[in-house]
């Protein structure tokens, strides 16, 4: 087998023919069938210190932390709608992904998730947690069979019923979730329908999908070079985007067919190498973003053609794998790239002759980035993962500040960076903030170096007192304080 040239970055995902594996499978191996343990051994010990040193912080750092093992790799996760409001916990649905190695079916997987409320958790429950167990928290609701791998799972904004997902193919498969029969997913099953194909790539589109928030429009890229749009109203019957209506009751959304397929709007060509991610402007249906292996980032606007307005030839130094658009400032777009930076891109400093500076320069993963996405809740905050097993969360408006004259140390933290959650031991694939419970992250590694197989799937939310403001969080330190002292017994 030929090797990759090392001045040649890593293509993102796991590579065709690759084993896909359980852990239950994983451990029965032979060996010889493992690849050279000793090699493997030191990187593993690594590992395995900075987790243990993590998970004796959780207490401290986490205001909640759920820990979900899973059988298969899940390449995306997706928070869905929720269903039942508690007291002290909601239940909301989760969209997650199986990659099997074809003994069993690939499936598109709903889940019910019960997400606790904030400053409800009690410290030793959420410290006490078994790797090789599935979280209480987490129970599956619905399986699909998927046509294909699954290596992304998109939710439609104005319904987050309806999903969109990306498989090794050049079609995007649409499922209404709750229209969609529950299957039992053994060997020779067959694929569920999906309740509509999008076609219009000429070659396999595997990980860049979005759909936009503005109207039920799809976005895809691909190993064609191209960006594809569509719009799902081009054969909708209903789309019951009315939140008033119970989950369940939306019905289809698909004109009755014996094929439902769709053509798209428009075809968008500007890339020179595959088109990795894509995004909308988050204020206009006509405006979008791509990113790809030709270390592009390009700007399009539908209404002026199928040519880029702004084409940036060099916005990092290898592949870009990921990219997100400010919902709160639509001027500002992040960027992830296999040269293990994060990029943020000012709009307006861009020109159409591909002339544009990052404003800033976000470093501190050791490998790829795969993922990024903004906050829902502050407007400075992003995050990002990466293959280094690492989530890092930023403030971009931390950039610049200094707390003191003295000179900063080697080990001191990047500007910026204000969370690192180290709960995973292998790559990050996907993350997704929670809208509904904005400081609540769920994000899926990929455990195939660590452990030959499966996946972890962790939920969590970082301490409040890490990121309101100051002399809020000051203020309530103060009280604890003054209420301890009472309470003390005096000498």
């Known amino acids: 087998m030929e090797t990759t040239p090392s001045s040649q970055p890593k293509k993102r995902g796991r590579p065709k023919g690759s084993s896909t594996k359980t ?10 069938m493992r690849g050279s343990i000793t ?17 004796s912080l959780v207490p401290v750092l986490y205001d909640w932390f759920a820990n979900h093992n899973l059988v298969w790799p899940s390449l995306s996760c997706r928070w869905g709608p929720i ?26 997987i709903i889940s019910n998730c019960d997400v606790v409320k904030p400053r409800v958790a009690a410290e030793n429950h959420i410290a006490n947690f078994n790797e090789e167990a599935r979280s209480p928290f987490v129970k599956k609701y619905k399986t699909i069979i998927h046509p294909g791998e699954v290596n992304r799972i998109r939710e439609l904004p104005q319904n987050k019923n309806i999903v ?85 009751s939306a019905g289809s959304i698909i004109k009755s067919a014996d094929n439902p397929s769709i053509g798209p709007r428009g075809i968008f060509q500007g890339h020179e190498d595959t088109v990795e991610d894509v995004q909308f402007c ?17 700007l399009w606007d539908a209404r002026v053609g199928n040519n880029p307005v702004v084409k940036v030839e060099k916005a990092h130094d290898a592949d870009l794998h990921c990219v997100d658009w400010n919902p709160h400032n639509d001027n500002l777009i992040i960027t992830g790239s296999a040269d293990n930076s994060v990029r943020l891109f000012d709009r307006r400093n861009l020109t159409s002759d ?5 404003v800033h320069k976000f470093e501190h993963h050791t490998a790829a980035v795969l993922c990024v996405q903004w906050c829902p809740d502050r407007a400075s905050v992003f995050g990002s993962s990466a293959e280094d097993g690492l989530l890092n969360i930023w403030d971009y408006e931390k950039v610049g500040e200094t707390t003191d004259t003295e000179a900063k140390s080697q080990d001191d933290p990047p500007p910026g960076l204000f969370f690192q959650h180290a709960g995973h031991r292998d790559k990050i694939v996907d993350f997704h903030w929670n809208a509904s419970d904005p400081w609540t992250i ?38 604890f304080k003054d209420h301890v002292s009472k309470c003390a017994p005096k000498p």
């Open 354 to 358: 591909g002339v544009g500076s990052p």
């Open 282 to 298: 988050p204020s206009s249906s006509q405006e979008f973003c791509s990113v790809g292996d030709d270390s592009c980032l390009i």
């Open 39 to 55: 090699d493997k051994k030191a990187a593993a010990n690594a590992i395995d210190e900075k987790y243990v040193q993590w998970k």
């Open 83 to 108: 269903v039942e409001q508690g007291a002290l916990k909601n239940r909301q649905r989760l969209y997650l992904s199986e990659q099997t190695d074809k003994s069993v079916p690939n499936t598109l």
């Open 164 to 248: 969109a997902t990306h498989t090794d193919g050049p079609e995007v498969l649409i499922w209404d979730i709750e229209a969609q029969p529950n299957k039992h997913a053994v060997y020779g099953a067959a694929a569920s329908r999906p309740d509509l194909v999008l076609s219009g790539h000429q070659d396999n589109a595997e990980f860049a999908l979005a759909l936009c928030p503005m109207e039920p429009f799809v976005l895809s890229g691909g190993k064609d070079k191209t960006v594809v749009l569509w719009s799902i109203q081009d054969h909708i019957s209903t789309l019951a985007a009315d939140a008033t209506k119970p989950a369940g």
């Open 442 to 479: 769920v994000s899926v590694s990929d455990d195939l170096e660590t452990s030959g197989g499966g996946g972890t799937l962790q939920i969590w939310r970082m301490s409040d007192l890490l990121y309101r403001p100051e002399e809020e969080v000051l203020a309530e330190l103060q009280q």
């Open 23 to 32: 852990k239950e499978e994983r451990d029965k191996e032979p060996h010889r």
